[in-house]
């Protein structure tokens, strides 16, 4: 969607998935469910404008069994090269949860990409049912 002179973008999984320990997932388009990609450059998500990432929102959420505290990192990952971390904290242990970055300052170009990079923990208890869906916005 368009907003005046910016651009918000969306970002997602379509459907659940159980994230294993010390794995690495990239989230982009709503193709997949969060284990569905270990590879970077796959579920990628072209940027139409040239401009600033300026803020983050990731939406977690758990369907299944909560996990421990263990912290995962979530990063913005543009053309399959740089990554900027969201979080250092992100948790899995709550049904429901959002972490912001909002004080960003990503320049973008139009025809880049970029997806959400997830570094999962080792959890004393793996939560299952995990969806991760959230939006980016360009200025």
């Given at each position: 969607t368009t907003l005046g002179a910016g651009c918000v973008m969306q970002f997602g999984t379509a459907s659940p998935g159980n994230p294993a320990d010390a794995a690495t997932y990239f989230v982009g388009a709503f193709s997949s469910s969060l284990v569905g990609f270990t590879v970077s450059g796959i579920p990628r998500i072209p940027i139409p404008k040239t401009g600033t990432v300026v803020r983050i929102d990731l939406h977690v959420g758990v369907?299944?069994?909560?996990?421990?505290?263990?912290?995962?990192?979530?990063?913005?990952?543009?053309?399959?090269?740089t990554d900027t971390t969201i979080s250092a904290a992100?948790?899995?242990?709550?049904?429901?949860?959002?972490?912001?970055?909002?004080?960003?300052?990503?320049?973008?170009?139009?025809?880049?990409?970029?997806?959400?990079?997830?570094?999962?923990p080792t959890w004393v208890t793996n939560p299952t049912s995990v969806v991760v869906n959230g939006a980016v916005y360009i200025e």
């Amino acid at each position: 969607t368009t907003l005046g002179a910016g651009c918000v973008m969306q970002f997602g999984t379509a459907s659940p998935g159980n994230p294993a320990d010390a794995a690495t997932y990239f989230v982009g388009a709503f193709s997949s469910s969060l284990v569905g990609f270990t590879v970077s450059g796959i579920p990628r998500i072209p940027i139409p404008k040239t401009g600033t990432v300026v803020r983050i929102d990731l939406h977690v959420g758990v369907g299944g069994i909560l996990g421990t505290t263990e912290q995962a990192t979530a990063s913005f990952r543009l053309n399959n090269t740089t990554d900027t971390t969201i979080s250092a904290a992100v948790q899995f242990n709550a049904a429901s949860q959002l972490f912001t970055s909002g004080v960003l300052s990503i320049a973008v170009v139009a025809g880049d990409y970029f997806e959400i990079k997830l570094v999962m923990p080792t959890w004393v208890t793996n939560p299952t049912s995990v969806v991760v869906n959230g939006a980016v916005y360009i200025e």
